[in-house]
């Protein structure tokens, strides 16, 4: 019996803007429950939603970046449903005549080729708020989230694995984060997916009935649910049963899905335009100026680091991972930095700093003017290299700039007399480890530098210092 | 055309709840609401004609700035203890329902 | 106390209290204390206030006296009283749509329109009564209580907004807020001899009106006669920012009204003789004065009435979904969410507006929606399209409100079609978008009173307004009040 699966995927991303959807109230996660609300998105009596732009220009560039026609008119909808965190009791969406139509998810099979996943359409719409369970049995609403501008990406149904649902759904996240519309933060939920699963035999020419679940916000339960679900339906089928279209709960710990109790199968929607909102409309001109301000394509961005920047491969991957990353790398560049120190630096020091900080790019104090800065006296040979580290730590440490403390360093010494007259003094108060170098052994080099350095309060030039050490030992 | 099942139906749609004795005189208003309705079916409607864009024709596309208010904007209060004192139920800074299955 | 001598006469308009308070015979504090006190007496008599504002408004008075002593008044309403819908929110009192399930609701904010008009000066005295969810045709269905019709107690007033009516058909020095969604301004205005305007949809903001049929909807003003609805239209309209549907461009000039087309559909069969009379004498006034009469007859009138019975139900029905015993309004008791949906809602609504919901969900239920929903947006425009046509070899429309006069207190609300019979000379405005201002006419042989009404296209509301002006120079029936009212 082959089992052929196929996945449909509606991936939600709230759109990153400052304010919500339908009103002025902070787009905000991560605060204490109900700080962010007005009549609104509360839904009090006598308010009236008033669309963001942001949500639109950010809507609109999701759309490009994914291929779909822009429609010029299109046009919000009520969907009507009683649930304690739609405080409304409708979410405004976009059902009869969305923004953007077509357009695909590119990905990678499992078997390497690339793959594409086909959309359906894209619309806007309001988020709902949250409830949670408290232990005396209620139920708490925070309506925080409630209204907070959201995306909804519904591709067409295509036969693939788990892993193959998780790459789309990857690949998606990676998309709007590059271009700024989401920022794909899928633990605080603002990128999920409702995954719908079927399976049909090789040959059969209708797609089997699908089942839904819902909210899946991680790869791992993505793919497992997908393998998990399938494989339910399989076992159904083959003891001659039937699967019945519904919505199920993926339980990530017991790995499996479960009917949803109460549910009803089909709710009734009751979609009808809203009278609150007029239609929508995006000139062609709104669409070419975001395109426009589209930032450099992920694609096209790394055929020029590597290409064209000779940047290696694999070193090119760390820099491209984030688009911030790749904006902090030009910009050293553009400061006078050449592509290969760019990369080392990068990767070596800013990376590593944001790491051991656990910090994230945008919050990064250092100007990448002031870290090229640094790395052009290191490779005017006016400090070394562990100075030029060393710097940009303190710089990080102290607050301040690495300008600052630059100006503070004196110059490496390299006066060869000055260099010498050290390097005997050092030789000659460790005659045992000159010895060991004589005899072949180059370990105790780096403690002779050492020993070096510290007798020039650091001042000496290391690389200098080794080579005189070397000389002056073989010599003796 | 409309029977008990239907106004049920309905009424559960709409969260209203129906007693027994409301049923025939639910029944009874409908139809007689829709028979009024009916003249709506001889009304004829000129072939391709769409009503999907909008219900008035006389206001155009508009959105506002992404700036999130101040308190004191107009656009509402946003002090959390308004919404706190106009909800049935309020504790600890969130509204309390049954538990919500689901 | 109020030394009522130095008060204008009881009849005095808006325009004439600004000018006897410009004239010096008495403060705004004075105007101020005269008019609780009618609310106080008669406006509690016919149960039309339901709440009152005592302190603010003698406060906001002696802000008004104070302006008007430098010199710097705002403008005509400037230390003038009103009173505001109960479905209007303001930041003052409660705004509870006349229902329980909304009752002590306290908006903190006043509707964009009111708050404009506090902004020009204008004192706010009180909250008034109105239909539950402003759904009704006599101001039967509030939570708290009938309202009388003050030429006529054992009489309603009209509705929805039959406490403004109420009060704007027994005393003068005030302008009131109502809202109309199918006649719920203009039916109230006819049955209490008072002057009130729908204005075009998108005029006025919606912003802070409890909605229920939202894309027929509309704030408007009630008051003794067209210079002062259009002084508060003139403080009250143009775009809001925090309305969508808010009209943006500023109103097009239409040229003075000089032919108008009597409507006979709303004359014939159906319609009180009496009725049918004065509207055809008015015609007659008019045409004595130099304006043109001719006769048209609008499209799809009997479909109008259906048309909105599907509409403002469907929306309605989503509007009040919000009302789910969660996070506003009344909650019932249970220990389940789906209970208490139910039982809140029970709790918190009337019948009347039970029904509508109901009838609301099933136009727009699946299998149902094509047929019902969609086929009366269809007819919709066709009666948009109609209205124009109609319009254009003319400027204004002109019929009665109300096919049948003021009817008693529990007549016709056993019988709810009976009430949805009202709204038939009305709805065709709300539908179509367009202004419509009503006027007094005249009274019938019972001494109560007949309204009539002007319809014209998009954007003609100030064109109207002066056409209702120069009406009320011909006609003084809008200077009446009702007998036994004391002076």
């Known amino acids: 019996m082959s089992w052929k699966t196929v996945v449909g995927l509606e991936i939600h991303a709230q759109m990153s803007t400052r304010s919500k959807m339908f009103c002025a109230c902070v787009r905000s996660t991560g605060t204490a429950p109900n700080q962010h609300l007005c009549p609104v998105c509360t839904g009090w009596p006598g308010a009236l939603p008033v669309i963001n732009q942001a949500a639109v220009r950010r809507a609109i560039r999701a759309a490009i970046s994914l291929g779909c026609g822009v429609q010029r008119e299109s046009r919000f909808d009520r969907k009507n449903y009683f649930y304690p965190d739609l405080p409304k009791g ?158 199920r709960l993926w339980d990530q710990d017991l790995e499996q899905t479960e009917e949803m109790r109460g549910k009803e199968d089909s709710p009734d929607y009751r979609y009808f335009p809203d009278p609150d909102l ?24 790394k055929t020029r680091y590597i290409d064209q920047l000779k940047i290696d491969a694999r070193d090119a991957e760390s820099i491209l991972a984030r688009r911030e990353f790749g904006d902090f790398f030009d910009q050293l560049v553009a400061a006078g930095l050449s592509p290969a120190s760019a990369s080392n630096w990068f990767r070596g020091e800013v990376l590593k700093h944001l790491n051991d900080r656990e910090e994230s790019i945008e919050d990064y104090p250092l100007t990448a003017a002031s870290i090229a800065e640094v790395v052009e006296a290191v490779e005017g040979d006016r400090i070394s290299v562990a100075k030029g580290r060393e710097i940009l730590q303190v710089a990080l440490d102290q607050g301040c700039s690495p300008a600052q403390i630059l100006a503070q360093t004196g110059e490496q010494v390299s006066d060869e007399a000055a260099l010498i007259g050290w390097v005997q003094q050092v030789v000659d108060a460790n005659p045992d480890a000159a010895e060991k170098i004589r005899a072949g052994d180059s370990k105790p080099l780096g403690f002779l530098t050492g020993q070096v350095m510290k007798a020039s309060s650091g001042q000496a030039h290391p690389r200098l210092v080794q080579q005189i050490l070397q000389r002056l030992i073989q010599h003796d | ?67 999130s208010s101040n308190p004191t904007d107009a656009g509402g209060p946003r002090d959390p203890a308004a919404f706190g004192e106009n909800a049935p139920d309020w504790r600890d800074g969130s509204f309390v329902t049954p538990r919500v299955v689901g | 106390m109020s030394n009522r001598s130095s008060l204008p006469p009881m009849d005095a308009t808006v325009g004439e209290a600004q000018q006897w308070l410009a004239d010096g015979h008495c403060t705004s504090r004075q105007l101020i204390d005269g008019y609780l006190e009618f609310l106080q007496g008669v406006g509690r008599e016919l149960n039309a206030v339901v709440e009152i504002f005592v302190e603010s408004a003698q406060q906001a008075a002696d802000q008004s006296d104070q302006r008007r002593a430098q010199g710097q008044c705002f403008g005509p309403l400037d230390g ?58 006599s101001n039967e269905t509030s939570c708290h209580g009938v309202v009388s019709n003050p030429w006529d107690r054992e009489r309603v007033p009209g509705g929805s907004s039959g406490g403004s009516a109420a009060l704007a058909g027994s005393h003068g020095w005030s302008f009131h807020l109502g809202s109309d969604t199918g006649g719920s301004i203009r039916q109230p205005a006819a049955f209490c001899n008072a002057t009130a305007i729908k204005p075009t949809w998108g005029q006025v903001s919606r912003r802070g009106l409890i909605a229920f049929g939202s894309s027929l ?120 969410l789906q209970q208490l949906y139910e039982t809140s809602r029970h709790q918190g609504f009337g019948s009347e507006v039970r029904r509508r919901i109901l009838l609301g969900t099933f136009v727009l239920s699946a299998g149902y929606q094509d047929a019902y929903y969609n086929r009366a947006l269809a007819v919709r425009d066709l009666i948009r399209q109609g209205i124009d046509q109609v319009l254009e070899d003319c400027d204004a429309l002109l019929l009665p409100v109300s096919p049948f006069a003021p009817f008693p207190i529990g007549e016709r609300i056993d019988d709810p079609l009976a009430l949805y019979a009202c709204d038939i000379l009305t709805v065709t405005a709300n539908l179509a978008g367009v202004p419509a201002l009503a006027l007094p006419c005249a009274l019938d042989e019972e001494q109560l009173p007949i309204g009539m009404q002007l319809m014209g296209p998009h954007g003609s509301d100030h064109a109207l307004l002066e056409f209702g002006q120069r009406w009320q120079r011909w006609n003084d029936q809008h200077r009446a009040l009702p007998e036994g009212s004391t002076r």
């Open chain 1, 278 to 301: 007029p239609v929508l409309i995006i000139e062609s001109s709104d669409i070419d100026r975001e395109r426009d301000s589209l930032p450099e394509s992920h694609l096209a961005r």
């Open chain 1, 90 to 247: 409708y979410q405004i969406s976009q059902f009869y005549r969305p923004y953007a139509l077509g357009g695909e998810i590119p990905f990678e099979r499992d078997d390497g080729s690339s793959g594409v996943l086909p959309l359906v359409r894209i619309h806007m719409e309001e988020d709902a708020g949250k409830s949670v369970h408290a232990e005396d049995g209620t139920s708490r609403i925070d309506l925080n989230r409630c209204s907070s501008p959201l995306l909804e990406i519904v591709t067409e149904p295509l036969q693939m694995s788990g892993v193959e649902a998780a790459r789309c759904v990857r690949s998606t996240r990676e998309l709007l984060r590059w271009i700024g519309v989401c920022d794909g933060d899928m633990e605080k939920g603002n990128l999920r997916a409702d995954v719908n699963v079927s399976i049909h035999r090789q040959g059969d020419t209708v797609l089997g009935t699908r089942t839904e679940l819902k909210n899946l916000n991680s790869f791992v339960s993505i793919e497992r649910s997908v393998e998990v679900e399938s494989a339910r339906q399989a076992l159904v089928l083959e003891a001659g049963g039937v699967i019945r279209q519904e919505t």
């Open chain 2, 1 to 67: 055309m409309i029977d008990e099942a239907l106004v049920r139906k309905t009424a559960h749609l709409a969260r209203l709840e129906v007693s027994d004795d409301e049923i025939p005189g639910l029944v009874e208003h409908l139809e007689k609401i829709l028979d009024l309705v009916d003249i709506l079916r001889s009304v004829e409607i000129p072939e391709g004609h769409r009503s999907d864009l909008h219900v008035s024709q006389a206001t155009v596309s508009m959105t506002r700035e992404d700036q």
């Open chain 3, 217 to 336: 909807d509309q704030i408007c003003p009630i008051a003794r006669d067209a210079v002062d609805c259009q002084s508060v239209l003139q403080v009250m309209e143009g775009h809001d920012p925090l309305d969508s549907t808010s009209l943006r461009q500023g109103t097009s000039s239409h040229p003075p009204i000089g032919r108008v087309a009597l409507i006979s559909d709303g004359l014939g069969p159906g319609i009180d003789a009496s009725i049918a009379t004065a509207v055809r004498s008015a015609a007659q006034q008019m045409a004595s004065q130099g304006i043109e009469i001719i006769e048209r007859s609008l499209p799809h009138l009997e479909a109008a009435n259906a048309c909105y019975q599907v509409i403002s139900t469907a929306e309605a029905s989503s509007n009040l979904a919000r009302y789910d015993g969660v996070h506003v309004g009344v909650r019932g008791q249970s220990k389940d």
């Open chain 3, 80 to 137: 003038i009283p009103f009173t505001v819908k109960m479905n209007i929110t303001t930041q003052l009192g409660s705004s509870d749509a006349s229902s329980p399930m909304l009752r002590g609701f306290q908006a903190k904010e006043d509707a964009t329109a009111v708050r404009r008009l506090r902004a020009a000066g204008a004192v706010l005295v009180g909250k008034t009564s109105c239909d539950e969810f402003a759904m009704g045709a």
